[in-house]
């Protein structure tokens, strides 16, 4: 096994005493550790530990960290483990993973079994006109999303969690700033629209467990697409009540039933996509995983249907 660790999120000592137990114990060569930088989430630490051919790659961080292995592990067919260890650690909360459980996370990894999900790639235009490429597992956000992302306080937020987002939340929801784009959906005619936030998503659980996007699964081949368009007060206010009801009725058979029988909320705009097309009349914010990548004026992301191998608990 190779670990791409973070040293700011995990207990180090801890780590290595909880792999070296389970080597001991399942028969496996000493893990090969990479430890990630202090600019770079994990990308570095990733190709090296690939070029050692691996059978696994524990992911011990973040969504940042999480984020970078995949990108650069999913042409290898290795299967990522997880050990969540950063504030919002979504796509362990999307697999239902057990967080905060460091020893399930180790035997996982050794022991567990192979998911594939879907890795989505967004490429993207910079106003300089350099064109990038990157990939994400959970969401893509332009708009409030992107604006929460880089405007959060990295040392608040490791203290109080994702309480820390509500200061930049209010600022953007205050300042009702909106993007003017035109977008295509899998290709076909180009629309204009007025929003406040775009997000994509490959999952649809965010932050504080808040279920954004309902019918969004991590291995369906479809980006699930949400334009917040409120009016308002009132609009902000219709959006919160929903997103909250989703979560709580999306634990039970009979909730979800009444989740699909809601009338469509005006202010949220709801659609699925296998590509998703958009230039922006300004630059925008852009966020990947929770993470700000920088400004962009247009942006096309797809999704690799089951191209990412994840080591899940048997």
């Known amino acids: ?172 929801v205050l300042k009702g700033k909106r993007i003017h784009f035109r977008y295509r959906i899998d290709g076909a005619r180009a629309h204009t629209l007025n929003a406040h936030t775009v997000i994509v998503g490959n999952c649809g659980t965010i932050t504080a467990n808040v279920l954004l996007l309902p019918d969004a699964v991590v291995d369906d081949g479809l980006l699930d697409v949400v334009v917040f368009q409120p009016r308002g007060p009132a609009g902000w206010a219709g959006i919160g009540s929903r997103l909250a009801t989703n979560s709580l009725f999306a634990r039970s058979r009979p909730g979800r039933w009444l989740m699909r029988k809601a009338p469509d909320l005006k202010a949220l705009d709801y659609v699925q996509a296998g590509r998703f097309d958009a230039r922006f009349d300004a630059p925008q914010e852009l966020e990947l995983d929770g993470d700000p990548v920088g400004v962009v004026i247009a942006i096309t992301l797809t999704v690799q249907h089951r191209g990412l191998a994840l080591r899940v608990p048997r």
């Open 1 to 172: 096994m190779a670990v791409v660790y973070n040293p700011v999120n995990v207990p180090a000592d801890v780590l290595r005493s909880a792999v070296a137990a389970a080597e001991a114990e399942h028969g496996w060569a000493s893990t090969l550790w990479y430890e990630t930088g202090r600019e770079d989430s994990g990308t570095a630490a990733a190709q090296a530990a690939i070029v050692a051919s691996p059978d696994v790659i524990l992911a011990a961080g973040g969504d940042g960290t999480v984020r970078a292995v995949a990108e650069e592990i999913q042409r290898t067919r290795i299967p990522l483990a997880l050990l969540p260890s950063g504030t919002g650690n979504l796509l362990a909360r999307n697999l239902h993973l057990t967080l905060d459980d460091l020893p399930r996370a180790v035997e996982t990894a050794f022991t567990g079994t192979e998911r594939l999900v879907d890795i989505a790639t967004a490429s993207y235009r910079t106003p300089d006109g350099a064109l990038q490429q990157r990939a994400f597992v959970v969401m893509a956000g332009i708009g409030l999303d992107a604006h929460m992302a880089s405007n959060t306080n990295s040392t608040l937020k490791k203290r109080i969690g994702w309480v820390a987002y509500a200061d930049p939340i209010a600022r953007s």
